[in-house]
């Protein structure tokens, strides 16, 4: 019966992916299914091509993650709660003092985790640097800029910042004492045995880095650095940070960010320690009226990128590049496609129509 079950979400996931790829949603994707009966079960399929007729795509193609990385992130920041380390409530001032007073000085773990700090949604400020990208100078005005900005006259909180999230992740950093990638490492993908699997990829050595400029699936042709990305970040105030930054940076393949999905499942339903499952309830409850939590996304009413077959308190994100994540406790259900949809030009939206018919196609499958 297992093995029918697989076979049939398999099949209907590969019609949906290949779909896509005829009505050039995208030039390609990866699904990772993943439920449990009694022990986890990942259904993985793969359609279309790295770029334009190039090779194809793999179960195995790593995908530039984009603002999944906040989903990361944030779950190491929550560990280090969990370590008492920091605090919900800590100040960014009290630990980052390169950004004193102002909006983003005032701002909390909590605020910023869940877009509630005032920032600005978004800020080119890689166009402004002064200093090399990448270097410690860039960074530092980076940061305190991105301190500086805030919602446009008459927004509210909350408002999705990626400028937010540049200063959370410096903050989850500082407050793990070492470099974001390596706190992310040791936090989040070591523990799930993902970490081969879910990386930064400035941070990979010269070999690695070349590997995945092959296997990756191609992003978009990039003005500002005058060439097509395949390997390396697509946001560019990522990228000017020096590619490692709380809002974007991490590459991954779909199933290690399905086991990621599951272990906050698992958490969530009282399998797991690897979070205290208050805490995480904390994280998933709404605040307000908004479905912005910590760290994630709530279900809307209408018009959710999850469909319509998701339960009410399903939690994910969405990443610029053509990536998600959705899980739903009910179900007991976590589903990730990564694609490419921004190759070859960000102006194609339709994935904006395809992510909802597809979980609504795959639940329907799954008949869970």
């Known amino acids: 019966m297992e093995q029918e079950l697989k076979q049939r979400v398999a099949r209907e996931a590969t019609r949906l992916l290949e779909a896509g790829v005829a009505g050039q949603v995208f030039p390609g994707g990866v699904a ?26 793999r179960t195995t193609t790593p995908y530039d993650l984009a603002s999944l990385t906040k989903t990361f992130v944030a779950m190491a920041g929550l560990r ?12 960014v001032d009290s630990v980052i003092h390169d950004i004193r007073g102002g909006i983003g000085g005032s701002a909390t773990l909590r ?21 090399d990208p990448g270097s ?8 305190s800029e991105a301190g500086r900005r805030k919602l446009e006259a008459g927004q509210k909180p909350p408002v999705y910042s990626d400028l937010g999230y540049l ?49 990756a699936a191609v992003t978009e042709w990039c003005e500002w650095r005058q060439r097509l990305l395949r390997g390396e970040v697509q946001d560019e105030n990522c990228a000017a ?79 610029f590049t053509g990536t998600s994540i959705w899980c739903d406790p009910v179900r007991d259900l976590v589903v990730v496609l990564l694609t490419n949809r921004v190759y070859p030009s960000r102006a194609n939206e339709r994935i904006k129509g395809f992510r909802p018919g597809f979980h609504d196609g795959v639940i329907a499958a799954l008949g869970r």
């Open 32 to 57: 990772c299914i993943g439920w449990r009966e009694e022990e986890p079960v990942y259904v993985e399929v793969a359609a279309g091509f790295l770029e334009k007729e190039s090779g194809p795509v």
């Open 80 to 91: 280090l709660v969990a370590a008492e380390r920091i605090t919900l409530d800590s100040r």
């Open 111 to 131: 605020s910023l985790l869940g877009h509630r700090a005032g920032l600005a949604a978004w800020g080119g400020l890689y166009l402004d640097v002064p200093h």
């Open 136 to 143: 410690a100078a860039a960074r530092r005005w980076i940061l």
């Open 167 to 215: 200063i959370a992740g410096e903050l989850i950093a500082r407050a793990g004492g070492d470099k974001l990638d390596k706190v992310v490492t040791k936090l989040v993908t070591e523990p799930l045995k993902i970490s081969d699997e879910v990386y930064y990829a400035a941070t990979l050595s010269p070999d690695k880095r070349s590997i995945l400029a092959r296997d």
């Open 241 to 319: 940070f020096g590619g490692v930054a709380g809002n974007a940076g991490m590459f991954g393949t779909a199933r290690a960010v399905a086991v990621f999905g599951r272990a906050l499942l698992d958490v969530y339903h009282g399998r797991s320690d690897f979070l205290p499952q208050p805490l995480l309830v904390e994280a998933l409850t709404p605040q307000d009226d908004s479905t912005i939590l910590l760290g994630w996304d709530g279900k809307s009413a209408e018009d959710s990128s999850a469909g319509r077959r998701m339960s009410p308190n399903s939690f994910g994100h969405l990443g």
